[in-house]
């Protein structure tokens, strides 16, 4: 099941944003983002115990993806492929686009993200502590 966050659901979403960074609770903080009109986190739930989550950002006509993280335990098992197919099916009419940031050497992630038809379109030089990260896009709508 996949739903919008809330702040009870604050402690299971530093634990996996841990997973990306471990500093995440104090870079993004549940209660700020939950009052922000322009961002969202959408949990997936296995048992009631949250397995993954999307943040996103959403600017005019753009969605940029923030973080897309997944337990370790439950990756390969389509969570991933959920969170994206929810978002795409629920984005604002606003948007035509979607962007994101992925480490270069994420391979998993990369072929992820060209599977719903992500491509490449800048190279960005030491956006990661250790590495280079590509922006990724793709449209929503055809024009």
């Known amino acids: 099941m996949i739903r919008e966050a809330v702040i009870q659901d604050e402690i299971a979403i530093n634990k996996l944003g841990n997973l ?30 949250i397995i993954g989550f999307i943040h996103i950002n959403i600017l005019y006509e753009t969605v940029d993806i923030i973080n897309l993280v997944v337990d370790k335990n439950f990756r390969n098992q389509n969570v991933a492929t959920n969170l994206l197919n929810y978002l795409i099916k629920n984005i604002p009419l606003t948007a035509d ?5 992925v480490n270069e050497n994420n391979t998993a992630a ?5 599977k719903f038809g992500f491509e490449i379109i800048n ?16 449209r929503i709508r055809n024009e």
Not at 24 to 47: D, G, S
Not at 97 to 101: D, P, R, S, V
Not at 123 to 138: P, S, T, V
């Open 110 to 114: 990369l072929n992820l993200y060209k």
């Open 123 to 138: 190279y960005r030089k030491n956006y990661y502590e250790n590495a280079d990260a590509y922006l990724m896009g793709r």
């Open 20 to 49: 990306v960074n471990c500093n995440y609770h104090k870079l993004f903080k549940l209660k700020e983002i939950l009052a922000e009109n322009y961002a969202k986190i959408y949990v997936y739930c296995k048992e009631n115990k």
């Open 97 to 101: 686009c979607i962007t994101l940031e």
